[in-house]
């Protein structure tokens, strides 16, 4: 079985974010960058089935020349080899250019299964694994919690609202999204830090692949959330204030 593992590189989670120059994207110069941990699902879901069925575990990436620490972290875990589509422009891309992409970048690898993570950590949109799915014509699920191949098929469990799951049976190939936290992740090896310098990694351009790099959609401003104080005072007796206060949290904090 193939399987391509999309992976993104992001801001790390601890890093001070500023506003670049121009307003539309962060200053990066002051950044350090990781693996998107949504994406280290997948790798980690890839990587069990690998061990489970055998077959080959490849690595896409879109992103700049440090794309390539990320694209290494996943080959010291497992990996078979990598495809880093390199872009040089600043900010970031939407989901559609980037599926663009990485969709031609698959060209001639008759994947069995694309794993992606459910959303990336920067800009959260959760949405170019699905609409790589549609260019490629691919059956596709999002959530998902377990991957269970069954020769030309496989049968995936979604998770749903209010503690709801559900079983899908997809035909192969398909294009999953994988829920965060269903595995435990590994760590790289000593043994598969020296292994990954010599696997394989292809680069590839925009120019190369023929497409387009320039977003259909473009981040118009970037700044930081307007920080202020709100004081309520919720009156009546102690059991109607009770009330009161759990729909505040519940439906207003959305912290219950």
Known sequence: MKIVVSVKQVPARDSALKVNADGKWLDESDLSFEMNEPDAYALEEALQLKEK??????????????ATQTIREALAKGADRAIHVAIDQEGALDALATARMLAKALDGESPDL??????????GYGQTGVVLAELLGFAH????MEVEPLGTTVRVKRELEDGWFQNVILQLPAVLTIQSGIKKLRYATLMGIKKAKTKEVKTLSAADLGVASKAAAEIEKVYLPLRSKQSQILTGDAKDVAKQLVEKLKFEARVI
């Open 53 to 66: 069925l055998g077959g080959e575990v490849v690595v896409l990436s879109a992103g700049p020349e440090r």
């Open 114 to 123: 694309i794993l992606t993570g459910l959303q990336s950590d920067d800009l």
């Open 141 to 144: 699920a999002t959530i998902v």
